[in-house]
């Protein structure tokens, strides 16, 4: 048995204390691109969705919320768990905050009439596709600007920038009505005034919960799109862990785990702790153990109808004839049980997806849930945007 020495003490708390003296508030300082122009806007939508009617009583604490979770994922939950009865069509209108980036100036060779439209995952908000944590690392915004790409990314419903709204209401068919609005005015170039061109090609790009609402969105109109891209993601029913996910999140409360949650209500979670969102979205040696601990201090809450409205979503897409790929880490904990070798991804997949112009998976080596802060996460991006090209050659600036 190994004696604890006062310098070995010291010696093992030195990170932690260098991890807390770092202010969630103060993220590490941007790498400015002379190569990159962006603009902050919000965007005023209104919408029409069927939406699910919460029917399971409002979490009144902690303990209602295991009470859930054990419900949730005992083992008669398919047929005795019904936190949803019936649903209804409503109408309402919401902001979103929202931020487009694009190459300066123009070159014959650029790619920039091609827009990724970029929707992040639980946990998370748009900064996930422009991080502000190593952005040489992990900015997939700054690395297709790199390549002559425009992206359009976005906090999703309750979060961020963009209005809030009941843990208890938000779901995935609203979300996905207002990625369809969205899109729409990019691609009719009446975002932010007139200001964001209308693009000549647009790709709907999502991370886990985001891909889900991507694939939903073609899923429902096909034109709506040209390409789709899904990270974090795949169809498997048998492959995919989501009591895992549940049972290691320990999900609590958000407003009373951070003051930065203190204006949503009861419905919206949060994982219990670092280590909960290191075990399901990250995979040693694949990552940072300071960059996780910067992810986490940015992570954002989940609306418990968000996670739960996943079930409702149409992913069956054969008229949808643009190109698709799916790409997610090979440890992906969430949609893979940490191993997407061999059919995840493809199987049922390719079938969904029966009329597009090329269906393509890959895995990411090593790589978990995270995918855009895995240390290879540019690798990931280079199988994107070459995927990308080789469906939509240059053809210069118009």
Not at 108 to 117: A, D, H, I, M
Request: hydrophobic share 40%; net charge positive.
């Amino acid at each position: 048995m190994h004696t604890l020495t006062p310098r070995l003490l010291l010696l093992l708390l030195l990170p932690l204390f260098a991890a807390l003296s770092t202010q969630a508030t103060s993220p590490p300082a941007r790498n400015s691109s002379s190569a990159k122009s962006c603009r902050s806007f919000t965007v005023a939508l209104t919408i029409t969705s069927e939406n699910l009617l919460w029917t399971y009583p409002p979490f009144a604490d902690n303990y209602a919320v295991s009470e859930f979770s054990d419900a949730a994922t005992a083992r008669d939950a398919p047929s005795a768990f019904r936190p949803f009865s019936g649903s209804q069509n409503a109408t309402a209108s919401y902001v979103l905050g929202a931020r487009y980036c694009s190459p300066k100036g123009s070159s014959p060779s650029s790619n920039r009439n091609t827009t990724f439209v970029a929707t992040h995952g639980i946990n998370f908000d748009g900064s996930y596709w422009d991080s502000p944590i190593s952005p040489a690392e992990y900015s997939f915004a700054d690395f297709v600007i790199a390549r002559g790409y425009s992206v359009l990314f976005y906090d999703r419903l309750g979060l961020g920038k963009s209005s809030r709204i009941s843990g208890y209401v938000n779901q995935a068919s609203i979300q996905i009505a207002l990625l369809a609005q969205l899109t729409a005015q990019l691609k009719a170039g009446r975002l932010d005034a007139g200001k964001v061109p209308a693009p000549a090609r647009t790709v709907l790009i999502g991370h886990s919960f985001g891909s889900a609402l991507s694939n939903g969105l073609v899923a429902a109109d096909p034109g709506a799109a040209d390409a789709l891209v899904l990270t974090g993601f795949a169809h498997q029913a048998e492959a995919q862990n989501f009591d895992g996910l549940i049972s290691a999140w320990q999900a609590k409360i958000a407003s009373g785990v951070s003051r930065r949650f203190r204006d949503h209500d009861s419905g919206y979670l949060t994982p219990v702790d670092l280590f909960a969102n290191i075990y399901t979205f990250f995979r040693a040696p694949y990552y940072d153990r300071e960059v996780a601990v910067q992810v986490d201090r940015r992570k954002q809450p989940f609306a418990i109808t968000e996670l739960i409205s996943l079930l409702a979503v149409r992913f069956q897409a054969p008229l949808f004839s643009g190109p698709v790929l799916i790409i997610t880490g090979e440890k992906d904990f969430i949609f893979c049980a940490s191993d997407c070798k061999g059919d995840v991804l493809s199987r049922p997949a390719a079938s969904y997806f029966s009329g597009a112009k090329e269906f393509a998976t890959y895995v990411q080596p090593g790589a978990g849930h995270g995918l855009n802060f895995a240390k290879n996460a540019t690798g990931a991006y280079a199988v994107i945007t070459d995927f990308v090209a080789r469906n939509f050659p240059k053809e210069g600036v118009v």
